[in-house]
């Protein structure tokens, strides 16, 4: 944008992706009953896409009906996804997290009860999911009851049972 104008000039035909391979979160237009967001009624992505740097693209995870969201390991190309659905109405979810290591290579994750609603164990790792930290040990996943580490196997540690939020990777 030009500040003295105003004029708005297209830099892009989509998101700035920098050199190499990314991920890119996707609405996919083939999901009868996408889920949407509560603040403005918008489908949210329920695909997730690795793109190269030649602008080639494969689809990763694809879960209709499910607003999906990845958090990637350090060190390999695996992805821990948190995949949730309305029930009911917007303001109950159901909540899967999902490893997975390749295009079609996925598995859900044991140990997570699947809802927000009643007590888990777990219930952390979905309140704590958009501020996760990958490092050389897993992910982090902090929250308001327990600090958790996700290993590239799958396996969930609770490492802490306090309130505790990574803020940076550990070494």
Known sequence: MDPTTGAVTKASKGFYQPAGAGWVSVVDSRDPNPTT??????????RIDRTDGAGGVVTWFY???????????????????QASSQVNSNAMYRTE????????????LAGYDGTLQPPS????????????????HGIWI??????????????????????????????
Do not use: M
């Open 142 to 171: 902090g929250g308001e009851h327990s600090l958790y580490l996700v290993k590239a196997s799958g396996q969930i540690l609770r490492v802490y049972g306090e309130s505790a939020y990574p803020a940076n990777g550990c070494s």
């Open 121 to 136: 164990p777990y219930r952390d790792l979905s309140t704590g999911f958009f501020s996760a930290i990958a490092d050389v």
């Open 63 to 81: 879960r209709p009906g499910y607003a999906v969201y990845a958090v990637a390991f350090a060190g390999n190309q695996a992805l821990l996804i």
């Open 37 to 46: 967001s509560a603040l403005d009624g918008q489908p949210q992505p329920n």
């Open 97 to 108: 997290f999902w490893l997975v290591a390749a295009p079609g290579k996925q598995g859900k």
